[in-house]
């Protein structure tokens, strides 16, 4: 009498076992890699409005606010790729300037796109072109590489108030000041060219000129990468990432810094404070009077 095999049904309980095991298993990585384990991500600043000091009388966003937000960009492991979604005239000389230092150290550590909405210009351009790449709309506002100054007024006689030089009260000649904000705006220029590099299609004398360019012309001449969406920006930041599967979060909301701003141009007066000190340099695109 031969002996017989087991019946195949025998084996059908370890089976379902080890299967309901796989599938729990899974169902636990699935929940653990979307939970726990964070997703790369590509982090949104939002630039809007007029750039200005925490003193300003105007200011619409702080340089000490946004460059807060570019310090947890850097800080954050999560986050590899940072677009600058910026929607601004400029502003002041000096917060402009230290924006675009802090973003150029970003840059160093994690890839920076920049999308230009209505419009990016003088200090607004400035911190753009920190950037590894440049979008703009076709009709977006671009350029106004310059700056614009108040001299002192006049120094009035005040026989209450003594100096002990001749200029510590306005700081220099009027023509000293004049001779310094042209070397203020050469250092834009100069950033300008350093950025761009071959990029550029202009003359020194037409970017010396200070003219606004609308985003078509814009890439012309190279002041501009691609004309583009802020979604075009975040793919062209996790392709510089090399990211595939990532999240998109607002930094601006994670930090509770969510101030808008619909004021793009500024009147001069609104900004130009007469005074008696020495005059404040601004990189900002004035509404014509």
């Known amino acids: 009498m031969g002996i017989s095999n087991p019946p195949k049904e025998s084996k059908s309980p370890l089976i379902k076992s080890l299967i309901k095991y796989v599938i729990i298993g899974l169902l636990v990585g699935y929940f653990v890699s979307n939970n726990i384990i964070s997703q790369p991500s590509v982090g949104i600043i939002k630039i809007s409005g007029t750039i200005q000091d925490e003193s300003g009388f105007f200011n619409v966003v702080t340089s000490d606010e946004v460059n807060h937000m570019l310090r947890y960009a ?14 601004s005239p400029g502003g002041l000389a000096s917060s402009s300037e230290e924006i675009y230092m802090d973003v150029l150290r970003l840059r160093q550590k994690k890839p920076v796109v920049t999308s230009i909405g209505a419009i990016g210009a003088s200090g607004a351009y400035y911190i753009a072109i920190a950037t590894d790449h440049i979008y703009s709309s076709p009709t977006s506002i671009v350029g106004s590489v310059g700056v614009i100054t108040s001299l002192p007024d006049p120094i009035e006689i005040d026989e209450k108030t003594l100096t002990s030089g001749p200029f510590k009260e306005t700081g220099a000649l009027n023509r000293e000041w004049v001779y310094q904000s042209q070397q203020v705006a050469k250092s834009f220029q100069q950033a300008v060219i350093n950025q761009r590099g071959n990029k550029l299609e202009m003359s020194n004398e037409e970017l010396q000129s200070a003219r606004i360019y609308i985003g078509t012309v814009a890439l012309e001449k190279g002041l501009i990468d691609d004309i583009g969406s802020v979604s075009e920006a975040i793919n062209k930041a996790a392709e510089l990432a090399k990211l595939k599967n990532y999240q998109v979060i607002n930094i601006n909301q994670q930090l509770n810094i969510t101030k808008n701003s619909d004021v793009f141009f500024v009147n001069k007066t609104e900004v130009i404070e007469k005074t008696n000190t020495a005059p404040v340099n601004y990189y900002l695109y004035l509404e014509v009077d």
Request: no cysteine; aromatic share 0%; charged share 20%.
């Open 74 to 87: 850097e800080s954050n492991n999560n986050i590899k790729a940072v677009v600058l979604d910026i929607n």
